[in-house]
């Protein structure tokens, strides 16, 4: 995979430090820009949760600028002042959510610290929101007596039945028709709640991933040494699982059916970034002027097809290797 970093797991002493002049601003900055963020999706309905997803860049980013204990300083006091902010909102349920981010962050700008692969800086920052999720879901299942699931369904049903009568005007055979459709479909994207949250938290811990390696790169005297993502590859035992879930598929019983479709979704996510890969690969070997490689990427993440293809592109590539002939020992 490109020019391999020695000894990935040695902390990066090499790094630059920020300077004790503007130290001060940067963090009352990083700790504004954090709680910005997450706060902006309670106001702004559909651009603010766009902008959430970001919310552990600034973490990331001053666990690379800043270093040290005084790191810690941003991520502390965004979850306190972000959680007091939430509490005088009365949503005190983003709570959890805010702290995973934060936390995610956290582990991001760690990781990228220590030099360790992207594979294992995403991992392991996507494990601290999935764990936070998981243990508030069983909490949860706890409280309402094994009713979860079907308070879930009613909640989204009632989400559904809302959003279809203000965005629709008047009643009609073709707004009912379509009503009907999606209240079918609750089940359904209930019981795939699992894969989804995974996949999405993957999705977010990887953007925040470039986002830090693009603007920590730049505060830098010296440009930071960086695997190239264009050469990433999953592990290859990964294709296991995806098999594994593909069988499952198969199967008559129900709940190996629903464990299996969750499976596949987590690990149709892992080999689109392969795929992403791989074409950002033949993208910088043939030197793609930016705008055409803006539309590729929009139309490869908005078009259900071509992300499929890509996935299968990077599924594939465990056996037929497409950047074998051009990696460097």
């Known amino acids: 995979m490109g020019e391999l970093?020695?000894?990935?797991?040695?902390?990066?002493?090499?790094?630059?430090?920020?300077?004790?002049g503007g130290e001060t601003k940067e963090i009352f900055f990083l700790i504004v820009l954090t709680v910005g963020l997450f706060v902006s999706m309670l106001f702004v309905p559909l651009v603010g949760f766009f902008f959430?997803?970001?919310?552990?860049?600034?973490?990331?980013?001053?666990?690379?600028?800043?270093?040290?204990?005084?790191?810690?300083?941003?991520?502390?006091?965004?979850?306190?002042?972000?959680?007091?902010?939430?509490?005088?909102?009365?949503?005190?349920?983003s709570v959890p959510y805010l702290f995973g981010l934060i936390g995610m962050g956290a582990v991001i700008g760690y990781g990228f610290r220590r030099r360790w692969p992207a594979g294992k800086t995403v991992g392991l920052s996507s494990l601290v929101v999935i764990g936070i999720a998981a243990f508030f879901a069983l909490v949860a299942f706890?409280?309402?007596?094994?009713?979860?699931?079907?308070?879930?369904?009613?909640?989204?049903?009632?989400?559904?039945?809302?959003?279809?009568?203000?965005?629709?005007?008047?009643?009609?055979?073709?707004?009912?028709?379509?009503?009907?459709?999606?209240?079918?479909?609750?089940?359904?994207v209930v019981s795939m709640m699992p894969g989804i949250l995974i996949s999405c938290t993957l999705v977010v811990s990887w953007v925040n991933l470039l986002?830090?390696?693009?603007?920590?790169?730049?505060?830098a005297a010296e440009a930071f040494e960086q695997e190239s993502l264009s050469l990433w590859k999953s592990p290859e035992h990964l294709v296991w699982f995806a098999i594994a879930g593909g069988l499952m598929l198969l199967l008559p019983w129900g709940p190996a059916k629903l464990l299996g479709s969750n499976l596949i979704l987590v690990m149709g996510t892992i080999y689109f970034f392969q795929g992403l890969a791989i074409v950002s690969y033949y993208f910088e070997k043939w030197r793609v002027p930016l705008f055409v490689k803006g539309f590729v990427y929009a139309v490869l993440f908005l078009e259900r097809m071509a992300s499929m293809a890509v996935a299968v592109l990077g599924l594939f590539d465990v056996w037929f290797d497409f950047r074998k002939h051009n990696k460097q020992a």
Request: include cysteine.
């Open 142 to 188: 706890i409280q309402t007596r094994g009713q979860l699931v079907h308070l879930i369904e009613q909640d989204l049903r009632h989400v559904i039945t809302t959003a279809m009568k203000q965005f629709s005007s008047g009643s009609s055979v073709k707004t009912e028709v379509m009503e009907k459709g999606l209240l079918e479909m609750v089940p359904l």
């Open 52 to 93: 959430s997803i970001l919310t552990p860049a600034p973490t990331a980013l001053a666990m690379v600028r800043l270093g040290g204990p005084r790191a810690w300083i941003v991520p502390g006091l965004s979850a306190v002042s972000g959680a007091a902010i939430l509490f005088a909102l009365r949503v005190p349920e």
């Open 211 to 219: 986002v830090c390696r693009r603007y920590a790169g730049g505060a």
């Open 5 to 20: 970093l020695p000894e990935m797991n040695e902390t990066r002493e090499d790094l630059p430090v920020q300077r004790p």
